[in-house]
């Protein structure tokens, strides 16, 4: 009896749980759908996250990544005849102009312009063809398997195709770019190029309070394709939609379940994590500890498993004070640098200059002319 009832009510939570996800999905109006943790790519939901499909716009995303890996903000790049005459959105880019790699991320990410993307790929590469190369060379880089690019602004194309899953880790990729990040969280920006004002298409931005960027996208082939990152209480959270008429709110809906599943956590408190490393002269070892709290997650009830690399030197000249900052601790998930702490000196280690070897003695004395300069 005691078996029968214990396995009743294991039954009962599992058709539970499933309800409860089949509810979710249920209401989901994309044909797939994905959420990762951006610092780490692990999958906090996924609806037919691996279905090839077109990606519309959202196309984009690497064609900024790519230009922004190979090319400087303040580069400038002419409008060939080609890129005036481009399908689909424009800003209206006319041959002939010169116009900053600056101006035309922000064209591209926050208005969609297929003009911008077209200058964008003939001058980081060369050529579309060169530039397309490249795109696709990233994508296998990150893993994306299921993705490939004919052209960098995401015109139909049936060989221009990607999954949900594949398009979150180019996001997330991006995502850690500093200088991405600024320009699709922008709501309004003032151009150089003729004073041109842009106010960003990414409804998000104004309707959903942790929303700080991202790239939408359309086309009748594709459906409404949407990207959006947000950062609630330090957890940065990206979510893909492909094919979905109600992507705006299925977003919302999306990103607030996800943020209710992920939960940070503090793994060591400042100071608590504690290394040595060999001194030069010292009279003692240098204790080293990290000056801050260092982080963890729990995602969807799980322990994230973390990777920790000391940046540290294989010895430290002595005397040093304590609170001296000499290197890092550096947190990781798999191929993905979560973030880094400073490590700092413990206690003042004084000198001991008696026991120092000749070719000590002289390396400290070197060290110490460099350090004044």
């Known amino acids: 009896m005691k078996r029968s009832f214990v396995e ?3 039954l009962c939570f599992v058709i539970i749980i499933f309800f409860c996800f089949d509810v979710q999905t249920s209401a989901l109006s994309a044909e797939s759908a994905v959420v990762i943790e951006a610092s780490t790519g692990i999958i906090v939901f996924e609806h037919n996250a691996d279905r090839i499909l077109p990606e519309a716009s959202t196309t984009k995303i ?17 409008v060939s005849q080609a890129a005036e005459n481009v399908e689909g959105s424009q800003i209206g880019l006319l041959a002939g102009d010169k116009v900053k790699l600056s101006d035309l991320l922000y064209m591209l990410m926050l208005r969609s312009g297929n003009d911008a993307a077209h200058v964008i790929a003939e001058g980081v590469g060369g050529n ?15 893993g994306c398997r299921s ?27 991006a995502y850690r770019n500093e200088v991405f990040r600024n320009i699709v969280s922008s709501h309004r920006v003032k151009l150089d190029y003729m004073n041109l004002v842009l106010e960003n298409s990414n409804k998000l931005l104004d309707s959903y309070e942790y929303a700080n960027g991202m790239k939408t996208g359309f086309t009748k082939a594709a459906g409404r394709c949407l990207v959006s ?25 999306l990103l607030d379940d996800c943020f209710s599943r992920v939960e940070k956590t503090v ?89 120092l070897s000749f070719f000590e003695r002289f390396l400290l004395k070197l060290s110490h002319l460099w350090l004044k300069y």
């Open 8 to 10: 009743f009510i294991s």
């Open 62 to 78: 690497m064609t900024a990544l790519i230009a922004l890996e190979n090319s400087s903000m303040d580069h400038t790049f002419t």
């Open 229 to 253: 990152s947000a950062e609630k209480d330090g957890i940065s959270l990206i979510c893909v939609t492909l094919n979905d008429p109600d992507d705006w709110n299925d977003h919302v809906s």
């Open 128 to 142: 579309i063809e060169t530039f397309v190369e490249m795109m696709n060379r990233k994508a296998v880089s990150l």
């Open 267 to 355: 793994l060591y408190d400042a100071g608590e994590y504690k290394t040595t490393v060999p001194s030069l002269g010292g009279e003692t070892d240098v204790d080293v500890i990290n000056t801050q709290p260092v982080y963890g997650l729990i995602i969807n009830g799980e322990t994230v498993d973390f990777d920790f690399t000391e940046n540290l030197p294989v010895s430290i000249f002595a005397p040093i004070d304590a609170g001296s900052t000499v290197g890092q601790l550096v947190v990781k998930y798999g191929n993905n640098r979560v973030g880094a702490v400073p490590m700092a000196v413990c206690r003042t280690v004084s000198l001991n200059s008696e026991e």
């Open 147 to 173: 993705t490939h690019f004919k052209n960098p602004h995401g015109l139909p194309d049936d060989e221009h195709f990607t999954t949900a899953s594949d398009l979150a880790a180019i996001a997330a990729e």
